[in-house]
């Protein structure tokens, strides 16, 4: 032992010993980061939620009936019943927004365009978009400047004739709000509204079937959730391949991968083309049979 030490270089025993201590250092540090943000985490959720936002949110009732009596005013200062939005047996897309909000519901029409734009199917044909508004001092010109602006953005004409941002009385509102779960509340100090952001995907009968909440939609989560508002009527081949592959999470407000369909299909893909094989096999043994000294014919 004694001729260890002697034998052993001070500098390289230094050099290793100050590098346990950085590595020691390194994870003390990585550990205490961890632990503050974790504190940091339990800290925020346990702050109450500030008096304006209280109650506020999106709280989905999917399967729940719009109420198709209520009325409102079109942009061009028509009033017109909510029922009179599904004559056409058409899936429809419901924003709740205010047409002078200074954020959030530009930011959700913006995305929503984005989003609308990238999938085949338009505004008009396929589906229409309803935009209403939740204050009621909101005016049927001001409504008419909002589509005039999004049409432009949206740059495709059919949507004229299936694109409407309309306004209402309170009571009115507050009754299409509560039956789609969307609860929102005025501050009267800020002078703006307190609510969240969704779409909400009606079927052609008036009836809740998908909430996408947000304000940046993916064209893919657009797209299945029309096509399964309108049971199959809309879309192609390619979007019934998809539904089998991802299902609608409430929880997320997105469509995920569905892995249990997923492998699945690939079993049965396996099965056909292991079918393929077999049957194309066989096919040459026979031919052989016939033809055993391989002559051309």
Not at 15 to 23: Q, R, V
Not at 46 to 60: H, K, M, N, R
């Amino acid at each position: 032992m004694k001729n260890f030490w002697c034998h052993c270089d001070p500098e390289l025993v230094e050099g290793e010993t100050i590098s346990k201590l950085k590595w020691i250092a390194s994870a003390c540090f990585v550990t205490l980061a961890v632990l503050a943000m974790t504190i940091a985490v339990i800290v925020q959720a346990a702050e109450p939620v500030p008096a304006e936002l209280q109650g506020v949110g999106i709280f989905p009732k999917l399967g729940e009936k719009l109420p198709l009596d209520l009325t409102f005013k079109n942009e061009l200062g028509q009033t017109v019943a909510l029922g009179s939005f599904f004559k056409d047996k058409k899936p429809v897309i419901l924003a709740l927004v205010y047409y002078e909000c200074p954020n959030l519901c530009t930011f959700l029409l913006n995305g929503a365009t984005e989003g609308l734009r990238k999938i085949p199917m338009s505004i008009g044909n396929e589906f229409d978009f309803i935009a209403v508004s939740i204050n009621p001092n909101d005016t049927p010109a001001l409504a008419l400047q909002k589509k005039q602006a999004y049409l432009k953005e949206y740059g495709r004409s059919v949507a004229d004739k299936g694109w409407h941002f309309l306004t209402g009385s309170e009571t009115d509102i507050q009754k299409l709000a509560a039956a789609v779960g969307f609860k929102y509340r005025y501050d009267a100090k800020e002078k703006q509204y307190a609510h969240a952001a969704a779409l909400f995907v009606v079927t052609p009968q008036g009836k809740v079937a998908r909430v996408l909440q947000g304000i940046q939609f993916q064209p893919r989560d657009l797209r299945l959730a029309l096509v399964e508002a309108s049971e199959g009527k809309i879309g192609t081949f390619v979007d019934t391949v998809f539904l089998f592959c991802f299902r609608y999470d409430p929880k997320a407000s997105k469509y995920i991968l569905f892995a249990s369909n997923l492998m699945k299909g690939g079993g049965v893909l396996t099965i056909l083309a292991l079918g393929a094989l077999v049957l194309s096999l066989r096919g040459r043994a026979c031919r052989g049979r016939s033809n055993p000294r391989g002559d051309k014919t």
